[in-house]
């Protein structure tokens, strides 16, 4: 699940540093534009992934802790 959440939010991050760069939005452009249901339903799984990352910055570090 994290690796998952990684390549979601790795792959939401390349999307908007399209937008701030070159104003081009990858995942609006491939499935019909900002408002198009699927569109909204990438947006929504991305975030949701960013969400769960979050959860990296408060876990202890396995080989920390020798296990």
């Known amino acids: 699940m994290d690796t998952l959440a990684l390549i979601l939010s790795i ?12 104003r081009f939005d990858l995942v609006a452009w491939l499935f019909g534009g900002q408002g198009s249901i699927f569109s909204r339903i990438v ?20 080989a920390e802790d020798g296990e």
Do not use: E, K, P, Q
């Not at 947006?43 to 396995?62: M, N």
């Open 11 to 22: 792959i939401g991050c390349l999307n908007w540093g399209l937008v701030g760069i070159f």
């Open 43 to 62: 947006y929504t799984i991305v975030g949701l992934a960013g969400l769960w990352c979050v959860s990296f910055l408060f876990r202890r570090d396995r």
